[in-house]
């Protein structure tokens, strides 16, 4: 006979997937730089939208934008700690075949070195075994403020879609993504590119503005 539902222990992972705010395009030495104001305000933003969530975490990647973002969201979480890691990157996710791709995406690629490509997959594997997994038992909550490229392979990671379908996936600037990950079966994609703590003035994901409504 099989066990009631309460008597089974399961483990879920929730994680929280942040894009981190719009960077300063102004400065000289791109992509060593912060937050432009903007982004400023959409990491207070984003803050204050997680402000509610019991996070356990917040992991960020080591660049400046996202560290910058990282601590002006852990502003509105008193008591969570932060941690910088190298697998919140900026890396290339995946060493995807330009043939027969779109020809801005066969150029985008193309500009990645050989290291790019070994090391880029590499972290990003790491990353998948680290945040894209369910906890034996209890549960856990995360924040991961990184780049557009890791949180696309984490949402194809999810779907479990074809590799090269991280390409064309394009995040807001502090938009929020929510995964859960359960013991008990596969991922479920709970969010995706959300911007309600947004005004429409503060949404931009780096393609043309008129593509925006």
């Known amino acids: 006979m099989p066990p009631d539902r309460d008597e089974v222990t399961m483990g879920v992972r929730l994680l929280y997937l942040a894009r981190h705010g719009e960077q300063d395009r102004s400065a000289a030495e791109l992509p060593q730089v912060g937050l432009s104001e903007r982004g400023r305000r959409q990491a207070e933003l984003l803050g204050e939208r997680l402000r509610r969530v019991p996070l356990t975490a917040v992991h960020h990647g080591p660049l400046p934008r996202a560290a910058e973002t990282a601590a002006l969201v852990a502003r509105s979480l008193p008591g969570v700690p932060a941690y910088a890691t190298e697998l919140a990157g900026d890396h290339l996710p995946h060493d995807t075949d330009p043939a027969g791709l779109p020809p801005a995406y066969a150029r985008m690629l193309a500009g990645f070195s050989?290291?790019?490509?070994?090391?880029?997959?590499?972290?990003?594997?790491?990353?998948?075994?680290?945040?894209?997994?369910?906890?034996?038992?209890?549960?856990?909550?995360?924040?991961?403020?990184?780049?557009?490229?890791?949180?696309?392979?984490?949402?194809?990671?999810?779907?479990?879609?074809?590799?090269?379908?991280?390409?064309?996936?394009?995040?807001?600037?502090?938009?929020?993504?929510?995964?859960r990950y359960s013991s008990g079966g596969p991922p479920n994609l709970i969010a995706l590119n959300d911007v309600a703590h947004l005004p429409p003035e503060l949404r931009a994901t780096g393609l043309p503005a008129d593509y925006l409504v």
């Open 114 to 179: 050989a290291a790019e490509r070994v090391d880029g997959p590499r972290v990003t594997a790491a990353a998948v075994d680290r945040f894209a997994t369910a906890p034996a038992d209890g549960e856990v909550r995360e924040l991961l403020v990184t780049h557009s490229f890791l949180i696309a392979w984490l949402v194809r990671h999810a779907l479990d879609a074809p590799p090269a379908r991280w390409l064309g996936i394009n995040l807001h600037n502090a938009g929020l993504t929510v995964i």
